[in-house]
């Protein structure tokens, strides 16, 4: 028997769906590169991003969407801003920013983001 994987389903449709992120085209955000994922599947409520963070990344805020950052990999002195408070990051660490919350990436960084409801750029706020 042999495994052929996840079948891939066309962007609207209702089965599993593989999408290599990386491979997707990189657009500017606030915090760096972001390579997003499944915003043209009507049966999924939110967006994953890959994204790259540098150090510019800006304090930024959302009025609906909630996120979960998954930390991949950073630098040693990286950190999560959240209202103004700074919290140590690692591998492996995930963060959940509920909307309103103030935050940004302090350091070099790439995370796994997982957006709900689906990402819109026009709720993304700088005070």
Do not use: N, W
Not at 105 to 111: H, L, S
């Amino acid at each position: 028997m042999t495994d052929q994987g996840p079948t891939i389903a066309g962007p609207t449709s209702a089965g599993p769906m593989v999408v290599d992120l990386a491979a997707l085209p990189g657009v500017q955000c606030p915090c760096g590169i972001a390579r997003r994922g499944f915003a043209e599947r009507e049966d999924f409520p939110g967006t994953i991003h890959l994204t790259r963070i540098d150090r510019s990344a800006q304090t930024h805020y959302h009025s609906e969407h909630t996120e979960v950052y998954v930390v991949l990999e950073c630098d040693d002195d990286a950190a999560i801003e959240l209202d103004g408070r700074l919290h140590p990051v690692r591998p492996k660490t995930s963060i959940l920013i509920p909307p309103g919350t103030r935050h940004r990436a302090v350091g070099r960084m790439e995370v796994v983001i997982v957006c709900l409801p689906k990402f819109d750029p026009a709720d993304e706020h700088f005070d």
